[in-house]
């Protein structure tokens, strides 16, 4: 199976602040890559997904973006930081297209 | 486009009771469906999923799931439930042709003594 590290656990960063949230993967290579928001009572929403190096679809118009410079690593970025980007961020990896997904530990942000 | 729709956003139920979480998905296509479990301060991890083939799908700590491709669901059970089964839920769709996962909005599951 694989593994899927994010870091940090947790952030607290003041409003215009950049962000940069960095995921790797183990145990596989040239997954999908996923980028979620978690928030209480709205399920996980897709933010971005990437099918190889370079490659991100971005699925909500907003204030963060996607790079995926390497096979197994995914970075979630904002240049300026809003208070609507507060939320619990997870990473996720599949081997396929209808594959079991694999979730990281997340990263709780709270922009202040 | 498709969507989950988790009807039910709590549930309690007593211990050794069965239990059953709603989902319903909406697809004009082919699609694949999850069950995933969220346990508190844990991250996210598969239960089950359907594929192809049987409809009833079994999966991990005696969850089963039926998909029902005329009343487009996907509802989780369990005959009897235990403490340790309180958790959120999540129900998952991915429409064939795509790489996109759709979740629902989540069930949380309370087992009380």
């Known amino acids: 199976s694989q593994t899927i590290h994010q870091w940090p656990a947790t952030l607290v960063q003041p409003v215009g602040s950049p962000l940069s949230l960095e995921c790797t993967v183990e145990g596989t290579s040239n997954p999908n890559l996923y980028w979620y928001r978690q928030a209480a009572g709205r399920g996980l929403q897709l933010l971005f997904y990437?099918?190889?190096?370079?490659?991100i679809s971005s699925e909500v118009p907003q204030n963060l973006s996607a790079s995926r410079p390497q096979d197994r690593q995914f970075i979630l970025s904002s240049k300026k930081l809003l208070l609507s980007d507060s939320g619990f961020y997870l990473c996720a990896s599949s081997g396929g297209p209808y594959n079991e997904q694999f979730f990281g530990p997340g990263t709780r942000l709270t922009v202040l | 486009a498709q969507s989950v729709t988790q009807l039910d956003s709590q549930v309690p139920v007593f211990e050794e009771a069965p239990v059953e979480l709603r989902c319903n998905y909406s697809?004009?296509?082919?699609?694949?469906l999850f069950w995933y479990v969220q346990y508190p301060n844990q991250g996210l991890q598969l239960l089950l999923k359907y594929l192809s083939g049987s409809t009833l799908v079994k999966g991990i700590n005696g969850f089963e799931a039926e998909f029902n491709k005329s009343q487009t669901s996907f509802h989780l059970r369990k005959p009897s439930v235990h403490i340790s089964d309180t958790a959120e839920y999540f129900c998952a769709v991915v429409t064939s042709g795509t790489y996109k996962y759709i979740f629902g909005t989540g069930t949380r599951l309370k087992v009380l003594a």
């Open positions: 697809s004009s296509v082919s699609v694949y």
């Open positions: 990437s099918v190889g190096i370079g490659q």
